[in-house]
């Protein structure tokens, strides 16, 4: 039952008490209402959030160890075989460069050899590869903050007066 249906049956009930109460065919009532202001929340869309992910280029620097082969140039007794060469020689990287008519294209009493002789040298350059990792996991979860609002609104009831009216004139 409604506060409404409260009034209006507390004032169309009599009292047996009341002395009045033999008069019920004069009595008149009148129902006075009001408004009530009932607040809730309703839930809407109140914005929308872009994510997005941008690039930034950092540069890195990384120290590498490189390595090259440079020449040694060493002048050696023509006696000394390539062999004891290669253990008393103190240069790093030197190989046994075989026999003498391998070395110099002759052998001992052949003419001497024309033009030059190459060696090729070998270095080591850094080699650069970028690859792409998974390193961190962003997770976004939208959370509630309460807050309290004041809501104003007007409201209206009425008021039960009694007007007199004047006798009519006869």
């Keep these: 039952m409604t506060q409404y249906d409260a009034d209006r049956t507390a004032s169309t009930t009599t009292d047996a008490a009341d002395p009045l109460a033999s008069r019920a065919s004069d009595e008149h009532t009148v129902v006075r209402h009001e408004e009530r202001l009932d607040v809730s929340t309703s839930r809407r869309a109140s914005g929308k959030v872009r994510i997005g992910k941008k690039v930034v280029v950092e540069t890195v620097q990384v120290p590498v160890q490189v390595r090259r082969e440079v020449l040694v140039y060493e002048e050696l007794p023509a006696d000394e075989t ?9 240069a790093v990287g030197a190989r046994p460069m075989g026999s ?3 070395r110099f294209g002759h052998a001992d009493g052949d003419a001497l050899p024309e033009g030059p002789t190459e060696v090729v040298l070998h270095e080591e350059r850094p ?16 959370s509630t903050k309460d807050a309290e609002h004041s809501v104003t609104e007007p409201v209206r ?14």
């Design 157 to 170: 009831r009425e008021q039960v007066e009694l007007v007199r009216a004047e006798p009519a004139a006869s």
């Design 100 to 102: 003498r008519r391998e």
């Design 127 to 142: 080699v650069v590869s970028l690859q792409t990792v998974q390193v961190e996991r962003v997770r976004m979860v939208p």
């Design 82 to 90: 390539p062999a004891e060469s290669a253990e008393t020689s103190p």
